[in-house]
T-cell receptor, first 111, second 114 residues
Framework: QKEVEQNSGPLSVPEGAIASLNCTYSDRVSQSFFWYRQYSGKSPELIMS????GDKEDGRFTAQLNKASQYVSLLIRDSQPSDSATYLCAVRSTNAGKSTFGDGTTLTVKP | GAGVSQSPSNKVTEKGKDVELRCDPI?????LYWYRQSLGQGLEFLIY????????KSGLPSDRFSAERTGGSVSTLTIQRTQQEDSAVYLC????????????FGEGSWLTVV
């Protein structure tokens, strides 16, 4: 079992719809959770971080964390074609110190 | 500098040659990562440096790969006797110490082994 698992996709949604990206992790002591976006041929860049159970909203993006279920998700409202990218989930625990990335979910938003 | 700086940005080398890839992290960042990403694939963890602690080398794919970090700043990833399967983009990233700190990526070094 991978430490951080994501559905590879591709996930395709129409413009204006809600895109839902999911991530599960295996290390129960994980403390910090991050969502990165990576455009084709570019480096990953941070979208959001979340540390506490519940929802965290930033503009069109909402991160949801459920530590009991070891699950973190990213919702993108009013999806735009410019949101088309690969979304990487990253998890950091206190023990290891380093962040572990999932393999990413490729999102395509169709006009 | 303002961001993570990597060099060279592109490197074409012949099979069997050694290559060195350099990473200059953001000033003050104690954590430094190297990842490899093949076309269309996810990030493959290679090595992690954190301050003065022993590096986590668990991701290095073979003994042809090594990395060092001098003075807690600049890092060099060395690939000896390159093979065609080493062709990928090598990403360096850095962060401040601490559980909630963001990882910042460089633009990567694109390696092609011919």
């Amino acid at each position: 079992q991978k430490e951080v698992e994501q559905n590879s996709g591709p996930l395709s949604v129409p413009e204006g719809a809600i895109a839902s990206l999911n991530c599960t992790y295996s290390d129960r002591v994980s403390q910090s959770f991050f969502w990165y976006r990576q455009y084709s041929g570019k480096s990953p860049e941070l979208i959001m971080s979340i540390y506490s159970n519940g929802d965290k909203e930033d503009g069109r993006f909402t991160a949801q964390l459920n530590k009991a279920s070891q699950y973190v998700s990213l919702l993108i409202r009013d999806s735009q074609p410019s949101d088309s990218a690969t979304y990487l989930c990253a998890v950091r625990s206190t023990n290891a110190g380093k962040s572990t990335f999932g393999d990413g979910t490729t999102l395509t938003v169709k006009p | 500098g303002a961001g993570v700086s990597q060099s060279p940005s592109n490197k074409v080398t012949e099979k069997g040659k050694d290559v060195e890839l350099r990473c200059d992290p953001i000033s003050g960042h104690t954590a430094l990562y190297w990842y490899r990403q093949s076309l269309g694939q996810g990030l493959e963890f290679l090595i992690y440096f954190q301050g003065n602690s022993a590096p986590d080398k668990s991701g290095l794919p073979s003994d042809r790969f090594s990395a060092e970090r001098t003075g807690g700043s600049v890092s060099t990833l060395t690939i000896q006797r390159t093979q065609q399967e080493d062709s990928a983009v090598y990403l360096c990233a850095s962060s401040l110490q601490g559980i909630g700190n963001t990882i910042y990526f460089g633009e990567g070094s694109w390696l092609t082994v011919v």
